[in-house]
């Protein structure tokens, strides 16, 4: 199955257009993402992935960043996504 295809199989209200077909980039919005996440295909069946992202400091503030990770498997991105449709961005491990 295509990555198009599995994540429209998994989510039902979700947005993806291709944003770059030589890099096989694809842009994804839910409608409760507070921006949205950008995934590239790399080599190896890995993906880089940018995504709205709440981190704690020290003194429990919390900050919203654009996270980006690369080297991700498949499961790794689908994770990310499940968190982006539940809480519009991916929130802290502990909270």
Not at 66 to 81: K, M, P, R, V
């Amino acid at each position: 199955m295509n990555f198009v295809a599995e994540i429209k199989s998994r989510f039902q209200e979700v947005n993806i257009n291709q944003t770059n077909t030589e890099s096989v980039s694809f842009e994804i919005l839910f409608p409760k993402s507070v921006d949205s996440v950008f995934v590239t295909l790399e080599e190896n069946e890995r993906f880089a992935v940018s995504y709205p992202a709440v981190k704690q400091d020290h003194r429990g503030k919390l900050t919203l960043y654009q996270a980006h990770s690369s080297n991700i498997l498949l499961a790794g991105i689908l994770w990310i996504l499940e968190q982006i449709e539940k809480n519009g961005k991916v929130m802290p491990e502990f909270m």
